[in-house]
Every structure is written in structure tokens, then in C-alpha cells.
């Protein structure tokens, strides 16, 4: 994995992302508690892939699966983003899950590029640039770039950003 540090950088612009979309579409409910959650829920799913595959309720805390398996799968990222985009401004309990998506997947991308890479669909997957721990300023600092990219995008150019988003949205 990245280091958790790096995750938790990584985690916060997630955070910051969630809750930026959330603001735009509406957090169902209470507009505020919704973007607050997608913020919350952002940045600890940022580190979820890693913590659901420990046994916390155990006293030996070991893993009940094996590192980087389903915990870290992108088709469950992916869908969990989908569905929770899709009922956006419906439920009170999309802001949350879609925060959280995006914490699960801002991890997957944080921890792509070291060599035991993820696994996106079937096989892991590696971009193999580098080891653990190296290198996490860029991947910190990629995904700062995103959140500011899709934060100015979504503020400023409000309507241009979600006629684009509106494509993916069913409902
Ligand atoms: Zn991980």
C-alpha cells in the first residue's frame, strides 16, 4: 500500500471532491449535513479497503482475506459510485455512500502505481512506477490536482461541469 499517510492526504481530497459534487446536485435531505457527510465519509473511506480486510472484531486482528483482494476490487468501487451518484438528491443515505466511494476509490488509485497493484477488474493490475512509500508526494499531490480540478470546475462552471455529469445520471 501507500503509505498511510499518503492515504490520508489522498483521503481528504477525496473528501473535498464528494462533497463538492454533493453541493452541486444535493444532498437529499438536508442540504448541509449532506455535504458534510460526503466530506466525512471521503476521507475514511480513503483508507477502508485496508481496514475492512482486517478482522478488527477479532482479538488476533489478522485478515480474513487475502491484501488487495475484494476490499480493494473497482467494479465494487465503481458500482457503490454509481448507484450512490444515481439516488444523489433522493436519499439522505447517497451523500454518505457516495463520499464513501470516493474515499474506496481515490485508495485504489493511490495504491495502483506500486507493485502489487490492484485489482480493478480480474488480476491485479500494477503501473508499477514504484515501491511502497515512495513517491507518495506525486500521488498526494495528483489527487489534490483532481480535487481542484473538479472543485473549480464544479463552482465556477457549475452548469457546464454537471451537464457533463448529467450524462451518467439515469434519474
Ligand atoms: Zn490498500
Known sequence: MASSKAHHATGFAAGVIAAAIVARIG???????????S???????????????VAWWSRARRLWITHRTLTHWGVGWLALLAVSYHW??????????FGFACGGLMHLFADWPNPL???WIA??????????????????????AAAWFIGQHVWLHGVH??????????G
Open 27 to 37: 444532498g437529499g435531505g438536508s442540504f448541509h449535513v449532506g455535504v458534510l457527510l
Open 39 to 53: 466530506f466525512v465519509t471521503g476521507v475514511i473511506g480513503s483508507t477502508a479497503p485496508d481496514w475492512l480486510e
Open 88 to 97: 444523489l438528491g433522493h436519499s439522505l443515505y447517497a451523500a454518505p455512500a
Open 117 to 119: 497493484g490492484v485489482p
Open 123 to 144: 488480476g491485479r493490475h500494477s503501473l508499477n512506477l514504484w515501491n511502497s512509500g515512495h513517491c507518495d508526494l506525486i500521488v498526494v499531490a495528483a489527487s489534490w
Open 161 to 170: 461541469g454537471t451537464a457533463l455529469l448529467q450524462h451518467f445520471r439515469i
